[in-house]
């Protein structure tokens, strides 16, 4: 007994791993022992519940140091632990192939499948309307998309290519297909996995932080994922595939937990993997690791310690390894719009680029307050109840309103792509017919500044309204095409200006006339940058994807000096980006580690209960009984319930979940004999003094937290906060002179929050 | 010279058996792309030759302009070597859509045809009973009716729909939590 009492002192948390030596010294023929067993389920978290993050680190180290014993025993037990040491790495590498091979299907589907909105590839009909005129010899240099393989729909149906017939005909079957596709996605989204809508990093972010929603990283939710990725962004909508990627990695990477019991039974554990997994999706999107990890480090990962670091490299470089051994382009490159110029850039062109740098902090506080305002009103009025309309309705008018547009016409990839191309000799693109050469005369009303004007308004608008519909929906990609449109709006500015007043004093130093000094695609790329940035409020993560996807490492400067302004410029109107405004929209209980408490109020002033609520409902150490337990639970919706000494001195003993409460009641009323409603329940070690004629005890030792977080009312909720965030509480006591005052949840200290910064608290829904 | 011969025979040899696997001699070829100069207007060439080939001379035939012009057209003119492989576009696009297909179908089975066999065999008895989906049109609406009922007899095909009503249950619930009461993913 002396044995038992000794191991009760050290083991802080008498949980519920496996059998702990507490049991197996326990071997006195006492009925009461198989309550020590581990109960089935108890330890698993309900849906929309937080972990309990100390609990998982705990059982790991349990986990952990229970195979180091074992180990030095025999042989096989320490191949054991060694491959319980490799499985982590085992769990990357297999992330990283799925991942990159789900990439490049997606690349390739939506390849083809974007192309087929406008023809059909006689020859091979799995071909896109690049890959069909490959191997043609009749392409010209001014009609270098054209071959006689690949046909639009009006000249294969009617056998005339040009025409107004024929353009009326391609446009209705242009709408028809995107119409068709969008159907099809949110239809599949709606019958077999409604939780593949919308982006995913805003729920991710939320699992990451120890959040629990079962079934949004599950089999039919990647499956259907995928699929209708592919369909919703080859139906010409404004959206991108980058943050779904994250999603389905994240996917990928619950899926391989579930092939180790390490990472399967340990919610802890399981959001190191997450992490690492987010990191390979970003950089199977756009062909940056590095970015990759840095976006999982900046924007995604709650806790990221050193370990994940390594891991999650890994794992993206595996992912762009595959990838690029699927080789969905064709030339090696991971990224549709990878660029290879060099020009330099000017001092002075640095006035532009915090201009763009502006305009990318003003529009992503525009986009965020005109989305936020647009999925509120679909959430609250009857928008919400036609989801299959919706997105019918905004698909028409996007490609209504996108065919007319050259610009516009082409998936939002290839735009970027021409965007960020420098106009040489060799580029037939519309965007350089405007080229001031001084051997050629063109005209300067060549310059495409009306389409692409009109093309930036569309694209501002319809986005707005299509970020957060019932599809797979990103938005990196059109919030790029924004920045694209723009910057190279005021590139070609920037270069007519120095072209036709080469004389004045800007222009004198490094421009002489008739050579060529602005690169209007660097100010796309900068442009595009800005944009990103003033939506996302990403910051390092955004500098490396940028120079990763361009590759221009003399480029840092402007890219930074655009990231940087815009950040500051969309700060000044609210600090919170995109993602963290639809997690406080769908108010999950996310408590960020990026802001600030600088309130004054103390944990008395947050603990429940509040001077005219019911006293704390409170469980004694061994004079409840298993009717009054029951009768708690079924009247109260607590998640936890604290334990006194008594009711008297009220001197805290620990604290006990309603669900281990729960299971442990069901189960002993079922397998034990002599356990009524009238059985008194303990959490000591010994037994009350009960009569004999009393029925037998219940002893719930086992399912006692003996170290509940607890503070005095006096601390300053500064504290309480940072407490909250750094160890990731659910809940916190608190105490007067060893005596039980009250309690604090994580829902209490998010309500505050939002009360102190004049938000509404009510909208803090789960717990 | 005999020597070198049996080599390159060889390395052909060598080639047939593995290169004719791995890839199509169509799926490589090098596109040199040459502007205006002159009066010849610009244009394209294709060839299949490999990397250390890829270059003006060997791929740009007939040479438009004689002699010492050779040189001034090439520096003009940009080449680039690119691969594909066909084989593996083609075995993606035929495996998504066949996915898609599948899903297709199912989903038309699932909506469609499931209701109306239920209703034909069960009569309209089963339907008025659906709990708290008063007049729910949506799919797996009955899921609580069929899961009470198989509890009978624990074989294979009733474990697999037993799995399957529970999924139907699952996902009925994720639609509630994100269409209907928009808790979730608005």
Known sequence: MTFTAQFDDVLTWSGVSAATPTEEMNGA?????????????????????????????????????????KSKESIWELI????????????????GLLSGTLAGVIDLAVDWMTDLKEGVCLSAFWYSHEQC???????????????PQWQKWAELMTGHAEGAGAYVLNYFLYILWALLFSFLAVSLVRVFAPYACGSGIPEIKTILSGFIIRGYLGKWTLLIKTVTLVLAVSSGLSLGKEGPLVHVACCCGNLFCSLFSKYSKNEGKRREVLSAAA?????????????????????????????????????????AFTLRSINPFGNSRLVLFYVEYHTPWYMAELVPFILLGVFGGLWGTLFIRANIAWCRRRKTTQLGKYPV??????????????????????????????????????ESSQLCDYINNSNMSRPVDDIPDRPLALALIFKIVITIFTFGMKIPSGLFIPSMAVGAIAGRIVGIAVEQMAYHHHDWIIFKNWCRPGADCVTPGLYAMVGAAACLGGVTRMTVSLVVIMFELTGGLEYIVPLMAAAVTSKWVADAFGKEGIYESHIQLNGYPYLDVRDEFTHRTLATDVMRP????????????????????????????YNGFPVVVSRESERLIGFVQRRDLTLAIKNARQKQDGVVSSSVVYFTEDAPQLLASNPQPLKLRRILNLSPFTVTDHTPMETVVDIFRKLGLRQCLVTRSGRLLGIITKKDVLRHMAQMMNQDPESIMFN | SNLTDVNIGVKTLKCHLWCDFTRNSEDIRCKCICPPYRDIEGQIYNQNVSLKDCNCLHVVEPMPVDGKDVEAYCLRCECKYEERSSDTIKV???????????????????????PMLKRRLFGHSQLIQSDDDVGDQQPFANAHNVLSRSHSR???????EHAQQRWRRQVQEQRKSVFDRHVVLS
């Open chain 2, 154 to 160: 624990p074989n294979m095909l009733n474990k697999v």
């Open chain 1, 279 to 319: 990191a390979a999706g970003v950089s199977v999107a756009f062909g940056a690791p590095i970015g990759g990890v840095l976006f999982s480090l900046e924007e995604v990962s709650y806790y990221f310690p050193l370990k994940t670091l390594w891991r999650s490299f890994f794992a993206a470089l595996v992912a």
């Open chain 1, 133 to 147: 005129c490959w191997t043609s010899n009749e392409t010209t240099f001014d009609d270098r998309d054209k071959c």
């Open chain 2, 92 to 114: 993606t696009i035929i495996i998504y859509l066949s996915i898609l297909g599948l899903l297709l179908l199912y989903m038309v089975y699932l909506t469609l045809l499931e």
């Open chain 1, 389 to 426: 309309l919706e997105v019918i309705a905004v698909t028409g008018i996007t490609a209504v309103l996108a065919y007319p547009n050259p610009y516009t016409r082409r998936s939002t990839s290839e735009l970027i792509s021409e965007l960020f191309n420098d106009c040489g000799a060799l």
């Open chain 1, 29 to 69: 023929g006492n009925l009461m022992d198989f309550l020590d067993e581990p109960f089935p389920d108890v330890g698993t978290y309900e849906d929309f519940h937080t972990i309990d993050w100390l609990r998982e680190k705990s059982r790991d180290t349990d986990r952990h140091r229970k195979i180091t014993s």
């Open chain 1, 80 to 95: 054991k632990s060694l491959l319980d040491a490799w499985s982590g790495w085992v769990v990357m590498l297999l992330i």
């Open chain 1, 610 to 637: 509040r001077r005219n609520d019911p006293p704390l409902a409170v469980l004694t150490q061994d004079s409840t009984t298993v009717e009054d337990v029951e009768t708690l639970i079924k009247d109260t919706d």
